[in-house]
């Protein structure tokens, strides 16, 4: 079978032009207050907001030059306008502990907390010449994601020379994004999502140090383990994850 394809030669100019305004906003607050000459707590609080709105306008017109007639191909307007706010903080909790005359032996421990919510929206509209079809399209993205760890440390001094090291990590991830597709022309299908997972990793580790002469030497294991899972509520799919890990 013989055949022959037919060459074109497309055109495509795009004028794109907009403004974008943002805002951020973080403050600080710290309070130390001593339990006892040896003992110190610490609290802090940062909290944070972000603010950001924008607006394009995208002029497309493809041309076939091929054709006498130059029609124009895909020709569209296109309007975009964005808002979207995320709001953050960082909540800590610290506490150090040290002894009188045992200048090297130490406990600290820490807590941090930190919540993140933002929401973003995109309005289309669009505008077709070759059939003066005007759709409207809307995006929503909406993250909510928790992050919460607490550590200790401990040291122990063994000696002029040797000490020993151990702490214990615990760590919890969580993950909510939601996407919200609209559209006044129905389509085949629904681009809208919802997607969340969670992650949990718990780690404790021993170090020994010391010195022999003028060589020092140390060595340690760190054990972590670490569980996922995750859940695509719009399909009903879900994954499961569980693995340890052994450091020397």
Do not use: C
């Not at 993140?116 to 759709?135: E, F, H, M």
């Amino acid at each position: 079978m013989n055949g022959t394809l037919e060459r074109q030669d497309l055109l495509l100019r795009q004028n794109r032009t907009g403004v974008s305004h943002n805002a951020s906003h973080a403050v600080r607050v710290g309070l130390d207050y001593s339990l006892a000459p040896t003992q110190t707590l610490t609290l802090s609080v940062q909290p944070r907001l972000n603010r950001g709105a924008s607006r394009e306008t995208i002029l497309s017109r493809q041309t076939n030059l091929t054709d006498a007639t130059a029609v124009p191909l895909g020709t569209n307007d296109r309007r975009n306008d964005s808002r979207g706010r995320s709001r953050s903080a960082d909540l800590n909790l610290d506490y150090r502990r040290t002894w009188e005359g045992q200048k090297s032996r130490e406990l600290t421990a820490s807590a941090v907390y930190t919540p993140v919510r933002s929401a973003n929206t995109i309005n289309s509209q669009l505008y077709y010449l070759t059939d003066g079809s005007a759709p409207n399209q809307q995006q929503q993205f909406d993250n909510r994601v928790d992050q919460a760890s607490a550590q200790v440390d401990y040291v122990h001094p063994l000696g002029e020379k040797s000490r020993l090291e151990t702490g214990a990590k615990s760590l919890v991830w969580q993950y909510d994004n939601t996407y919200i597709f609209s559209s006044s022309v129905p389509l085949k299908f629904s681009p809208s999502n919802q997607f969340q997972y969670q992650e949990y990793i718990q780690a404790a580790y021993g170090t020994y140090a010391s010195a022999l002469g003028k060589f020092t030497y140390q060595g340690g294991l760190r054990v972590e383990q670490t569980n996922t899972h995750g859940n695509q509520l719009s399909t009903d799919q879900q994954f499961r994850r569980s693995y340890l890990n052994l450091l020397s």
